[in-house]
Structure formats: structure tokens, C-alpha cells
């Protein structure tokens, strides 16, 4: 298995803790040493009553997840913990949206590799690109030679 296969299964492992029951987004942030330096998913704030907030897609911000759910991107910065993300590599299973773009940015991020593409035609996703030009990060599908990554607990 290669390194780049591994990053983006941590990734797609971390998307399953996300409490999104349609959309499960993961990310992997990794120095440039090749070290996994933080790891995130799409949710509420952690000192947020989930209970008082809709997974819904439709209607008034307040009324759907929109306004309140924090981006798997996001939530991986902040959980580096002051570690270093100049010139990291962040792995995650959709392309940004223009808000994590400017954020992953301004955090030094120099490339994102991402999963699914499914998203491209959004006008967030367009001006995220029109970003990542503008300064030089470098973004990839993700492409492997394995299909899958089989995990055993017990025969460790």
C-alpha cells in the first residue's frame, strides 16, 4: 500500500464519525514530513446541544444544517493543535467549498488531494478552484491502484 492510499482511508475512516446522516466528509492533514499531524469531519460544534439543530437541507439558514455545520477541512486545522501546516498535504473525500479554500490557504496548505468530485459544478467549488489558482495550491484527484483497504482487528 502506498502512503498516499493510507491517508486518504484515515480520511474516509473518519468521515463514519461524522452524525450527518447524508453526507460524510473526512480529512487528513499531513506535514511535510509525511507525518498525519490532525484529522477532522463534517459535524456540529463539539460544545454544541445537537439536539437543537436540524440535519435538514431546505429552508431559512437557521432552519437546516447549513448555518451551523463545521466542515471537515476546518475542524482538521483546528484540531493540528498549533502544529505546523506550512506546506502540508490535506486529504479529503470531497473538494473544498470557497470557505475552506480561504482557510486552508491563509493555514498554508500547498496541496489537496480529494475523493469525489461530484460537487465540481457548484459555484463554491468553481470559486474554490479560482483560489487554489490564485495561490499555487496544487489540487488532484485522488487516483490508486487498490480499490480498497481491508482492516482486521484481531490478527494484529
Not at 439536539?51 to 471537515?72: I, M, P, Q, R
Not at 490564485?134 to 484481531?154: L, M, P, Q, T
Request: aromatic share 10%; hydrophobic share 35%; charged share 25%.
Amino acid at each position: 500500500m502506498e502512503k498516499e492510499d493510507c491517508f486518504m482511508g484515515v480520511a474516509i475512516l473518519v468521515s463514519n464519525l461524522s452524525h450527518d446522516p447524508n453526507t460524510k466528509v473526512g480529512a487528513c492533514i499531513v506535514n511535510v514530513e509525511g507525518d498525519i499531524i490532525a484529522t477532522g469531519y463534517n459535524d456540529f460544534p463539539k460544545r454544541c446541544k445537537t439536539d437543537n439543530f436540524s440535519w435538514g437541507k431546505t429552508g431559512k439558514l437557521w432552519e437546516t444544517k447549513y448555518g451551523y455545520v463545521c466542515h471537515a477541512e476546518t475542524s482538521a486545522l483546528i484540531n493540528c493543535s498549533g502544529k505546523s501546516t506550512l506546506h502540508a498535504v490535506l486529504y479529503v473525500v470531497e473538494f473544498p467549498c470557497h470557505e475552506c479554500a480561504k482557510v486552508l490557504i491563509q493555514a498554508g496548505i500547498s496541496k489537496v488531494v480529494y475523493l469525489k468530485d461530484e460537487q465540481m459544478n457548484r459555484e463554491s467549488v468553481k470559486t474554490a478552484k479560482i483560489l487554489f489558482d490564485s495561490a499555487d495550491v496544487e489540487y488532484k484527484k485522488f487516483s490508486s491502484d487498490i480499490e480498497d483497504i481491508d482492516i482486521k482487528f484481531r490478527s494484529l
